[in-house]
């Protein structure tokens, strides 16, 4: 997947290219996060987010930004399927770590990331700062995310992002991700 930057995101663009382009990446386009958008866009949105509060906090921001890429690393719809082993709010964060490992070799930090971004819903609490702003930052993508596709279905629009286009929410975020400025 190419992926027109801008200078500001160039860094952000290199951290996670060489993930973004593993087709265990790119296959989850296929399935629908939060109402409307890709599991990847929406991962690629905590990614952006978490990078971007990372580095203004000084923290590891190159593991918020991958951990973030990679914390819904799993392939079945979360409302259908079901496991033995729990709710899918405990069982998605092991596939995605178990997925993950796949595809790179994890910090620590990254680890912690994936394992523990349900915080809240599970009892898997983050041990590092860095864990827990990528949990609070998925937490707050998902509700708005969540939010702008029941007005969508609500308002019975077809082309949420036409309309997005004139919002300021994550103006950079979409000119990585469709490469192009509004």
């Given at each position: 997947m190419k992926i027109k930057t801008t200078k500001v995101d160039e860094e952000f663009y290199i951290i996670i290219q060489d993930l973004l382009e593993t087709k265990l990446v790119q296959d989850l386009s296929q399935f629908t996060q939060h109402g409307f958008q890709s599991r990847l866009?929406?991962?690629v949105s905590v990614s952006y987010s978490s990078f971007k509060l990372g580095k203004a906090l000084g923290l590891d921001y190159i593991a918020m930004a991958r951990g973030g890429l990679l914390h819904d690393l799993f392939f079945y719809d979360w409302r259908t399927t079901k496991f033995e082993e729990g709710?899918?709010?405990?069982?998605?964060?092991?596939?995605a770590l178990n997925n993950a490992k796949t595809i790179t070799t994890l910090t620590s930090i990254e680890e912690d990331i994936i394992l523990n971004h349900m915080m809240g819903s599970t009892?898997?609490?983050?041990?590092?700062?860095?864990?827990?702003?990528?949990?609070?930052?998925?937490?707050?993508?998902?509700?708005?995310?969540?939010l702008?596709?029941?007005?969508?279905?609500?308002?019975?629009?077809?082309?949420?992002?036409?309309?997005?286009?004139?919002l300021v929410y994550h103006r950079e975020l979409f000119s990585i991700v469709y490469g192009t400025r509004f």
């Open positions: 866009e929406h991962c709710s899918h709010a405990y069982v998605h964060p092991r596939i009892l898997d609490i983050p041990k590092t700062r860095e864990g827990f702003l990528v949990s609070m930052v998925d937490k707050y993508l998902a509700t708005s995310e969540g702008r596709g029941l007005f969508f279905k609500l308002s019975k629009t077809k082309t949420p992002y036409s309309h997005l286009a004139n």
